[in-house]
């Protein structure tokens, strides 16, 4: 079982940056998948990004170009640095670890509110 932290969220304007990241403890990190997701109120949780334990990264489409995500083995913490921000990337953000293709420890989330 890992348990995950996330921080970094907030209040931007349109066209800012934030850098969420993700601080993991309890097992071996490196063996994970990692996966950001986010959930807008009323609708469902999607997964944004993701990073296998090798280092190859998959996009959500809407955010490829200006989302990217990266891990530090060492620090056990992944990271979302989101740029271009746009009022529909207005959601809960979590982090999740991934085991065989599924989320099976999940982060509290963070808020990210992107103002028009």
């Known amino acids: 079982q890992v348990q995950l932290v996330e921080s970094g969220g907030g209040l931007v304007q349109a066209g800012g940056s934030l850098r969420l990241s993700c601080a993991a403890s309890?097992?071996?990190?490196?063996?994970?998948?990692m996966g950001w997701f986010r959930q807008a109120p009323g609708k469902q949780r999607d997964l944004v990004a993701v990073?296998?334990?090798?280092?190859?990264?998959n996009y959500k489409d809407s955010v490829k170009g200006r989302f990217t995500v990266s891990r530090d083995n060492a620090k056990n913490t992944v990271y979302l640095q989101m740029n271009s921000l746009k009022p529909e990337d207005t959601a809960v953000y979590y982090c999740?670890?991934?085991?065989?293709?599924?989320?099976?420890?999940w982060g509290q989330g963070t808020q990210v509110t992107v103002s028009s």
């Open positions: 990073i296998t334990s090798g280092g190859s990264t």
């Open positions: 309890g097992s071996i990190f490196s063996n994970y998948a």
């Open positions: 999740a670890a991934i085991r065989r293709g599924v989320p099976v420890d």
